[in-house]
């Protein structure tokens, strides 16, 4: 199985700041994604990548981009946080098994 | 844009009942995936089917892709208390390459 790894389980941050989300993977995988989970909303698709360097929108863009500069490596990046982007966001990578997906253990992000 | 409705959204059994519960879209899909989130962790692959009429059993989970290819349920026979935790159907529209959307999620517990 695809193992994938998210930089912190928590996190706390202010209004405004600039806020990294790391996810790496640990296998050769093109295809990386970032989601975010909300009560009543299952996961939403924010951005994600069919190779390095590559990125597309995906259904909730605004606030975020991403960096692929590396295969194993995609990262979230909130330029300027807000209290509405307080959410639990989830990694994932695939591209072995047809359509599958394998999500790390989420980071949970609390803008104040 | 495509959506699934998932139902119901939460369930409160008693251990050792079935449990049953869907997933409908209102334009086919090509791929239909279960997975499964306990608290603080990432949804884990449950099942993954690929073909219209499609039953897949793993372990006491059975799951099966809908003929008209507009829907997918899963059961869980003689649920226990580690059964407890969100689960999420998940499903790749034609149109789309490697992206999947995600239902809303039922929320399981199990009373032992």
């Known amino acids: 199985d695809v193992k994938v790894t998210q930089s912190s389980r928590y996190l706390v941050k202010r209004t405004g700041e600039k806020v990294f989300l790391e996810c790496v993977q640990d296998m050769d995988h093109e295809n990386m994604f970032w989601y975010r989970q909300d009560p009543g909303l299952g996961l939403r698709l924010i951005y994600f990548?069919?190779?390095?360097?590559?990125?597309e929108k995906g259904d909730i863009p605004e606030g975020y981009s991403v960096s692929r500069e590396k295969k194993e490596r995609f990262s979230l990046i909130l330029e300027s946080a807000s209290t509405n982007q307080t959410s639990m966001y989830l990694c994932?990578?695939?591209?072995?098994?047809?359509?599958?997906?394998?999500f790390g253990p989420g980071t949970r992000l609390t803008v104040l | 844009g495509q959506q699934l409705n998932q139902s119901p959204q939460s369930m409160f059994i008693q251990e050792g009942e079935d449990v049953s519960m869907n997933c409908t879209s209102s334009?086919?899909?090509?791929?239909w995936l279960w997975y499964k989130q306990e608290p603080g962790e990432g949804p884990v692959l449950l099942i993954a089917l690929y073909k219209a009429g499609e039953l897949t059993s793993n372990g006491r989970l059975t799951a099966q892709f809908g003929i008209t290819r507009k829907d997918s349920f899963l059961n869980i026979s003689a649920s226990i208390p580690s059964d407890v935790g969100i689960y999420f159907c998940?499903?790749?529209?034609?149109?789309?390459?490697?992206?999947?959307?995600f239902g809303q999620g039922t929320t399981l517990q199990v009373k032992p």
């Open positions: 990548s069919y190779d390095v360097k590559m990125k």
């Open positions: 334009s086919i899909f090509n791929t």
């Open positions: 998940a499903g790749r529209h034609p149109s789309n390459t490697g992206k999947l959307i």
């Open positions: 994932a990578a695939g591209g072995g098994v047809p359509d599958t997906q394998y």
